[in-house]
């Protein structure tokens, strides 16, 4: 598939390559398979820009472990879950993430208009995920809270070859799990209460954006 290249100056410049045509082959893969991947989604440089903001970030020690669970459920098992993550605004300051904040509520209002799925709003962060670290086989989505309907994942790991590790799993039964390389650039969406997956052991520091596309705004994880 062709890269969508949006290192670009202006919002104008990033809905032009949002086009219909690109909406409807992400559509049509959430519609038959519920999920869509593709590599070299971003320009290098702008996954450069999102890389560099993520190691910002860690350096400043704004990252905090990822648990499982909400409210009383909530815990901080390494054994179920590695990464550490820091919320990304609702609006940032950094040209970058201004640029992907923008891009993916193009993506969200495009599945709205092609699938009809309700989406209202958008949360996201960074992760990062040091060597030895996993997420085992889980479903995003809580027992007590629905509203996250779509996953969205950007992969940041620079120079990422066969043998480092932390590939996304996605088991769409009763097909073949599907594995997908975590190199920088990378794009994966999937339906969030439909699609079950996890991350292999990495054996590098492994980076990505994770977000949720959500059927009701509740400002959770937006500063």
Not at 96 to 102: D, H, K, N
Not at 195 to 200: D, S
């Amino acid at each position: 598939m062709p890269a969508c290249s949006i290192f670009v100056a202006t919002f104008l410049e990033i809905m032009v390559n949002i086009d219909l045509a690109k909406m409807q082959q992400i559509a049509d893969a959430l519609a038959d398979e519920g999920w869509f991947a593709q590599p070299d989604f971003l320009t290098e440089e702008l996954a450069s820009a999102l890389l560099n903001i993520t190691r910002q970030n860690r350096d400043s020690d704004a990252f905090r472990r990822a648990g499982i669970g909400t409210g009383t459920s909530f815990q901080l098992n390494r054994e179920i879950r590695g990464d550490s993550i820091y919320w990304i605004s609702r609006h940032p300051q950094e040209k970058a993430l201004i640029q992907w904040v923008e891009l993916m509520n193009q993506v969200r209002e495009g599945i709205n208009k092609e699938l009809f799925l309700g989406l209202r709003d958008l949360e996201m962060h960074m992760a990062i995920y040091p060597p030895g670290t996993h997420y085992q086989r889980h479903l995003d989505q809580f027992n007590d809270r629905s509203n996250r309907v779509l996953s969205v994942v950007l992969y940041l790991t620079p120079d990422w070859q066969a043998g480092m590790g932390g590939e996304l799993v996605i088991y769409r039964n009763p097909k073949e799990p599907v594995i997908v390389e975590p190199k920088a650039g990378t794009f994966v969406c999937f339906l969030s209460d439909q699609i079950e997956h996890e991350v292999l052991t990495t054996h590098i520091e492994r980076y990505s954006i994770t977000g949720w596309m959500l059927r009701k705004p509740i400002g959770l994880g937006f500063l």
